[in-house]
C-alpha cells in the first residue's frame, strides 16, 4: 500500500457516482449507523450532480490504496478564482451540520450542496462571469480502516467491529491507520495548498478560504509561516474564519498579519452583521484579539451552524472582495450595549448600633472538640447515675 512516486508527479484520481457509491457499500451498521451512511452517499450524490469530482489523495492514489477523498472542480485550471472550503475537523467530507441535515432543512441546507449552489452562481472577477472553481477539503476523515477500505473520523473510528468481544480496543498504527501527506488535520490542510493547489490551479488563480471551526487555527498557522505566505500572499483574494476564537497573538508574520481582507463571524445571538469586535478584540463581549473584525453570525449556540445562518454575508463579502482589486476591511461599527446605571441604596446595615448587631465569634477547632467529649461524658455519667438508682 505504500507509495513509490513522487506525490507531485501523480494524476488525480476521480471517482464517478457510480464508482463511489460502490466505494462506499462496505461497512456494518455496528460502524456507522445507517442513518450517516445513508446521509453521507446522498451528499456526495448531490455534490457530484452539482459537477463536483471526487479526487483521491495522495494524488494518484487507488481506491485500494490508503487515501482521503476532497470533491473538486473538475476543470480547476481554468479558474480564475478558487474557493477552499475547510470544514470541521469532526464531520464528515461535505457535511455541514446533521441536526440540520437530518432535521429541518434537510441535507441540501445541512450540507456543502447549498454552499457550491449559491457559489457557482457568483462570477469569478469584474473581468469573468464564469463561476469560481471549489475545492472541498477533508480534514476530518484521516482515519484509515483497512477493512472497510475507506476514511473515518476520529469519533466514527471508535465505533468500528472489534475481531471479538475480549479485544479492548484498537492500536493505532501509523502504516496501516495514516494516510500518505494527510497523517493529520495540520498535514493535509498543508497537502490541499503545497500539492492539489500547486499542481491542479493556475498559477494566477485567486484564493478565497473559509475556513470552520478548530481548522481556522490550522489555516492561519499554515500561512503564518514566512516561506507559505510568501509563496501565496499574491493569489489568497479574501479569508473567512467561521468560529474563530484563537487569539493572534501566536502570529509572528507581520505581512500576513496585516493582510486586510479577512472578517470573522463567531456565535452570537445579536443580528447578523452586527460588528462585535475590532482586530483588537473586545473585552465587553469576551472576545480575544483575534487579528481581524468579528461579526454576529446570528447564530447563539453552535459554531457549526455559523456557516448556514450567515451563508449569504459570507459569500457576499467574498464576491466583493474578489471584483474590488484595492479592498480594504472598512472599520468596523462595534456593537454598544447600555451600562446599568449605579444606583445609590442606603446602608441600613450602617445604621444599626454595634451592640445590637448579632455578635460574631471564631472558636479554636481543637477546643470545640474538647467540649463536645466534655459533653458526652458528662450525659454518660448521667445515664450511668441513673441506671444505678433504678
Known sequence: MGMTRSDQSKTPT??????????????????????????????????????????????????????????????LKSKSRIVVIFGEPSQDLGVIAGRIANGPGGI??????????????????TTDPSSPGIVIANPGQLYWWPEGKRTLTV????????????????????ELNNIPGNESRANHIRY???????????????????????????????????????RWAGRVSSMLLLGHVYPSDN?????????????????SNEPLDTGLATPDGNPDECIPNLGCP??????????????????????DYMELVAKTPSFENPPVDVIVRPQEEEVEVEDEWGKIPDEEKPSISVVDQEQMLQQVKELELEEKRGGDSAHVSD
Not at 468579528?294 to 459569500?315: F, Q, T
Open 192 to 230: 490541499v495548498w503545497d500539492v492539489v493547489l500547486q499542481t491542479m490551479s493556475n498559477d494566477d488563480a485567486k484564493i478565497s478560504i473559509i475556513a470552520i471551526g478548530e481548522t481556522c487555527e490550522t489555516v492561519t498557522g499554515y500561512l503564518n509561516d514566512a516561506k507559505n505566505w510568501n
Open 294 to 315: 468579528c461579526y454576529s453570525s446570528s447564530e447563539p449556540c453552535y459554531s457549526e451552524l455559523i456557516v448556514i445562518r450567515a451563508l449569504p454575508s459570507i459569500l
Open 155 to 174: 469519533t466514527a473510528s471508535d465505533a468500528i467491529p472489534l475481531p471479538s468481544l475480549v479485544h479492548y480496543g484498537r492500536v493505532h498504527m501509523a
Open 14 to 75: 476521480t471517482t464517478s457516482s457510480s464508482s463511489s457509491t460502490a466505494t462506499r457499500a462496505f461497512a456494518p451498521a455496528s460502524a456507522l449507523t445507517s442513518i450517516v451512511r445513508a446521509m453521507e452517499d446522498e451528499i456526495h450524490s448531490r455534490l457530484e450532480k452539482q459537477g463536483l469530482q471526487k479526487v483521491l489523495l495522495p494524488l494518484g492514489a487507488t481506491l485500494t490504496d490508503r487515501h482521503v477523498p476532497i470533491f473538486a472542480t473538475p476543470d
Open 108 to 125: 441540501d441546507q445541512g450540507s456543502m450542496v447549498s454552499v457550491v449552489r449559491k457559489l457557482q452562481a457568483q462570477d469569478s472577477s
Open 251 to 267: 502570529l509572528t508574520n507581520e505581512s500576513f498579519k496585516e493582510f486586510l481582507r479577512t472578517r470573522a463571524y463567531i456565535v
